[in-house]
């Protein structure tokens, strides 16, 4: 691929794709779409689909270009949806789940309404990590977090998060969090979610007031930033949903439609006084522009430490809304990007066309 600001991207090899479609490889996802000439249709590289010869095999950089060269959607890989969305036949019980927050969903549960309980199982580790029953386990407990953390009574929380004893309510809370419910009264609750995107998911997380992290969910880095955000704000993090997390969801598909230029979402960035100058200078390059690293240790009026600028950027937990991504090399050629470098060339050429 390209990396010369300016000029289109470019497809990877047509042997490394094709590869990438046999192997249903997720790290392709928005790199390219995949249309089959024999059946006049379009697929995600992860589709599950029987896959075609190679040379029956056309690219496309992205779905539109597919479209407009007259291929349909696949009806099993879904590209219209965004990555990591909740597939229809899924859909109920997943708004079940979150509308009855005490109530524990079976196998037998399952069957009444057609699911197979292994695809649900494969769904929750593909896009979560976790199965089902351990995401519904994990719900529950954090938002019997939530409840300890504003005062309630202990023995009611467990309760009404579904477990039969207190014990039981106890020990499940000890081996999630690393300590017992009696001391989570001073602990700050962190609610992590996938968000979906054109470019892949996204996991986020925020407290009820700021937003700490927002990484795509393929970032190696990733277990290291939420371990350092753990220390940072001494929190327990748990899957669940708030305010603040729909509104970045919002404001995400406002920014992929080219719809907003600025987001505006209350943000927490603990970090040493060096990384937060160097991330609140990233706040301000404007939209559709970029800024070579050395400009901008210049701009914090450090202009020796560029090396150090660009780990600082490269330790910015919050993509795109802290849009490390409009940083490039002095020649304009992108480098460092954790989210891979494909991304920050999409990125940048959303905004261009914006």
């Given at each position: 691929?390209?990396?010369?600001?300016?000029?289109?991207?470019?497809?990877?090899?047509?042997?490394?794709?094709?590869?990438?479609?046999?192997?249903?490889?997720?790290?392709?996802?928005?790199?390219?779409?995949?249309?089959?000439?024999?059946?006049?249709?379009?697929?995600?590289?992860?589709?599950?689909?029987?896959?075609?010869?190679?040379?029956?095999?056309?690219?496309?950089?992205?779905?539109?270009?597919?479209?407009?060269?007259?291929?349909?959607?696949?009806?099993?890989?879904?590209?219209?949806?965004?990555?990591?969305?909740?597939?229809?036949?899924?859909?109920?019980?997943?708004?079940?789940?979150?509308?009855?927050?005490?109530?524990?969903?079976?196998?037998?549960?399952?069957?009444?309404?057609?699911?197979?309980p292994a695809r649900v199982r494969r769904w929750f580790l593909r896009?979560?990590?976790?199965?089902?029953?351990a995401f519904q386990r994990a719900r529950r407990l954090g938002r019997?977090?939530?409840?300890?953390?504003?005062?309630?009574?202990?023995?009611?929380?467990?309760?009404?998060?579904?477990?039969?004893?207190?014990?039981?309510?106890?020990?499940?809370?000890q081996r999630h969090f690393g300590a017992p419910p009696g001391r989570?009264?001073?602990?700050?609750?962190?609610?992590?979610?996938?968000?979906?995107?054109?470019?892949?998911?996204?996991?986020?997380?925020?407290?009820?007031?700021?937003?700490?992290?927002?990484?795509?969910?393929?970032?190696?880095?990733?277990?290291?930033?939420?371990?350092?955000?753990?220390?940072?704000?001494?929190?327990?993090?748990?899957?669940?949903?708030?305010?603040?997390?729909?509104?970045?969801?919002?404001?995400?598909?406002?920014?992929?439609?080219?719809?907003?230029?600025?987001?505006?979402?209350?943000?927490?960035?603990?970090?040493?006084?060096?990384?937060?100058?160097?991330?609140?200078?990233?706040?301000?390059?404007?939209?559709?522009?970029?800024?070579?690293?050395?400009?901008?240790?210049?701009?914090?009026?450090?202009?020796?430490?560029?090396?150090?600028?660009?780990?600082?950027?490269?330790?910015?937990?919050?993509?795109?809304?802290?849009?490390?991504?409009?940083?490039?090399?002095?020649?304009?050629?992108?480098?460092?990007?954790?989210?891979?470098?494909?991304?920050?060339?999409?990125?940048?050429?959303?905004?261009?066309?914006?």
């Amino acid at each position: 691929m390209r990396t010369q600001l300016g000029e289109p991207a470019r497809l990877p090899p047509d042997d490394v794709m094709y590869a990438a479609l046999v192997a249903r490889d997720a790290a392709f996802e928005g790199v390219f779409v995949a249309a089959i000439r024999t059946t006049g249709i379009v697929c995600r590289p992860t589709c599950p689909a029987r896959k075609p010869l190679a040379r029956n095999v056309e690219y496309f950089g992205t779905l539109g270009q597919a479209l407009a060269a007259g291929y349909r959607p696949c009806k099993r890989c879904r590209p219209l949806e965004p990555v990591g969305a909740v597939p229809d036949w899924l859909a109920e019980l997943v708004a079940d789940v979150e509308a009855d927050a005490g109530r524990r969903f079976t196998d037998a549960d399952l069957r009444p309404r057609e699911l197979d309980p292994a695809r649900v199982r494969r769904w929750f580790l593909r896009e979560h990590g976790l199965t089902f029953h351990a995401f519904q386990r994990a719900r529950r407990l954090g938002r019997a977090l939530g409840h300890l953390t504003l005062g309630a009574d202990l023995d009611a929380v467990g309760e009404a998060a579904g477990f039969e004893s207190a014990s039981g309510f106890r020990d499940a809370f000890q081996r999630h969090f690393g300590a017992p419910p009696g001391r989570a009264r001073g602990t700050c609750a962190v609610r992590v979610t996938r968000l979906t995107s054109p470019l892949g998911p996204l996991v986020a997380a925020a407290t009820d007031d700021a937003l700490v992290l927002l990484e795509f969910a393929d970032r190696r880095m990733l277990s290291t930033q939420i371990e350092r955000l753990r220390r940072h704000l001494d929190a327990a993090f748990a899957p669940g949903d708030n305010g603040v997390l729909e509104r970045t969801q919002t404001q995400l598909d406002a920014y992929f439609a080219g719809r907003l230029t600025d987001f505006d979402l209350p943000l927490a960035l603990p970090g040493t006084p060096f990384q937060r100058a160097v991330w609140s200078e990233l706040r301000t390059i404007p939209y559709g522009t970029t800024r070579s690293y050395a400009q901008q240790a210049a701009a914090i009026g450090r202009p020796e430490v560029v090396r150090a600028v660009g780990r600082a950027n490269g330790d910015n937990r919050l993509a795109i809304v802290v849009p490390c991504h409009r940083v490039v090399g002095a020649d304009g050629r992108l480098t460092g990007y954790g989210g891979h470098l494909w991304r920050k060339q999409r990125l940048l050429e959303l905004e261009a066309a914006h």
